[in-house]
Each structure stands twice: as structure tokens, then as C-alpha cells.
């Protein structure tokens, strides 16, 4: 009867394991295991920039926003703001003194890199009981008869059609145009934050109506190797809206 039963597993195409054998199905007796594969090692952390970024500032332009953005992502790089005149502002960033600026159009573009940010309204500097001071804003024929004040190097370029011209020499700041004009010998054309940062009590401002705008843009000088650098790079990125975590 045992022989039946060995044929019974041949026809059914099984095999009788042998007792005490103790192999089981998988890999062939005597295969090698396979050592365990070793995990890639991590990059390295990004390195953070350190060190101080040298920013320009021409008089009227108001960065502070920005830089309280550079702060919070570069905590590491000081920020010194350079105050800059629009006579040596071109010359600041062409050689490197600073390593980006924020400057007054128009300006002399040859080897430099220029975002325009904004622009700002031009505004009307007069004595405080001026005759202009009756309307809410001026035009240009409003001006006919005015003595226009123009300081030696003016944030705002502007021809009056009947304007007088000045029988003194021009002034060498904003500051002392705005002064003279609180007297009542004439009148400024200047961009409006200017006109708030000079401001007096003997003098008032209003908007000029079809005067040219004064832009403020970003520059910074182009290299031999078109690299920027991570800190104007980083800058760029604050005054464009970026976020932190966003891409070039």
C-alpha cells in the first residue's frame, strides 16, 4: 500500500520531501547574503551668506521695507545704507563702492544693470501764503511769471514756458532751494518725497498736473563673469516680490 501512495504523488506531479531535510523554498543551499546597501549620505547644509551689504540710497528714496525683508531672511548680513547725491550716484555703483544702489533716472545706463521700481508724482515747493497755494494742484501755465528755482544738480529736469530765471546762482542742494522758495522768492520743482523730506512750516507743496514723473531704480554694476553675487541676487529678489523659498 506505501508503494500506491508514492505513485499516487509521482502522477500528481508533487515530490515527497525528505524527512529531516529542513530546506525550504527561496534561495539555493549554500547563496551568499547580500550585505545591506548603505543609505547616500545627506548634502551638505547651504552655506549662509555672512558678511555686510553695502546698499546706496539716493536722498527721497525709501527702502525701508526692503530692508526689513533682508533682515528677516539674511540675518547673518548687515545692511549699510550708503546716502548717496544724484551728482556722485552713477559713479557709487560703476566703481563698486556700493554693491547696488537705488538711484534717480535719468542715468548714464553703460556697465550697469537698472530695474525700474517706481515713480514719484513732481510736486510744486512755494512759500506758505503763496497765491499758488489756492489751488489743489498746478499746471505748468500756472507757473508762467514764477521764478522756477532749480538746485545745481535737480532731481527733476523740466522746462516752464514763461518761467523767470533766478538772479542768484543756484543752490547746491534740495534743501537750500526748498529754503529759498519758504521765502517767497520763487518756487521748486522736485519729486514729492523730497518735497515731504524738506518739509517746513513756511512752505507748502502742491501736485503738478502734466509734470515729468522722477523713477526710482535699482542699480548695481555688471561683472566680467555675469555673476551678481548671492547678496545683489538675494537683494533683486526683495525689491522684485519674491518670497523666500521661490526660484530665480
Known amino acids: 500500500m506505501a508503494g500506491s501512495g508514492a505513485g499516487r504523488a509521482n502522477r500528481?506531479?508533487?515530490?515527497?520531501?525528505?524527512?529531516?531535510s529542513g530546506r525550504t523554498s527561496g534561495a539555493p543551499a549554500g547563496a551568499a547574503k547580500k550585505p545591506p546597501q548603505k543609505r547616500?549620505?545627506?548634502?551638505?547644509?547651504?552655506?549662509e551668506p555672512h558678511g555686510t551689504f553695502r546698499l546706496g540710497a539716493i536722498e527721497?528714496?525709501?527702502?525701508?521695507?526692503w530692508i526689513d525683508r533682508w533682515?528677516?531672511?539674511?540675518?547673518?548680513?548687515?545692511?549699510?545704507?550708503?546716502?548717496?547725491?544724484?551728482?556722485?550716484?552713477r559713479e557709487a555703483v560703476a566703481s563698486a563702492s556700493v554693491d547696488a544702489a537705488l538711484v534717480r533716472l535719468p542715468l548714464d545706463r553703460a556697465g550697469l544693470h537698472v530695474i525700474e521700481l517706481y515713480d514719484e508724482v513732481p510736486v510744486v515747493v512755494c512759500a506758505a501764503d503763496s497765491h499758488l497755494t489756492a489751488?489743489?494742484?498746478?499746471?505748468?501755465?500756472d507757473?508762467?511769471?514764477?521764478?522756477?528755482?532749480?538746485?545745481?544738480?535737480p532731481p527733476v529736469e523740466i522746462a516752464v514756458p514763461g518761467a523767470l530765471v533766478p538772479r542768484f546762482a543756484a543752490p547746491e542742494s534740495v534743501g537750500e532751494a526748498i529754503a529759498i522758495a519758504a521765502s517767497g522768492v520763487g518756487v521748486v520743482i522736485v519729486p514729492m518725497s523730497l518735497a515731504r523730506l524738506h518739509h517746513r512750516k513756511d512752505a507748502t507743496f502742491r501736485p503738478l498736473v502734466g509734470?515729468?514723473?522722477?523713477?526710482?531704480?535699482?542699480?548695481?554694476?555688471?561683472s566680467a563673469d555675469g555673476d551678481n553675487g548671492p547678496l545683489v541676487d538675494a537683494f533683486i529678489g526683495i525689491v522684485r516680490g519674491r518670497t523666500a523659498n521661490s526660484s530665480r
Open 60 to 65: 527721497g528714496a525709501t527702502p525701508g521695507t
Open 135 to 141: 489751488a489743489d494742484e498746478l499746471t505748468l501755465d
Open 71 to 89: 533682515r528677516e531672511r539674511m540675518p547673518r548680513v548687515a545692511v549699510d545704507l550708503v546716502p548717496l547725491d544724484i551728482a556722485d550716484q
Open 12 to 20: 500528481r506531479g508533487g515530490r515527497p520531501a525528505r524527512p529531516g
Open 211 to 222: 509734470g515729468p514723473v522722477s523713477t526710482v531704480a535699482l542699480a548695481w554694476p555688471v
Open 40 to 47: 547616500p549620505a545627506p548634502p551638505p547644509p547651504p552655506v
Open 143 to 153: 507757473l508762467d511769471g514764477e521764478v522756477v528755482i532749480a538746485p545745481q544738480h
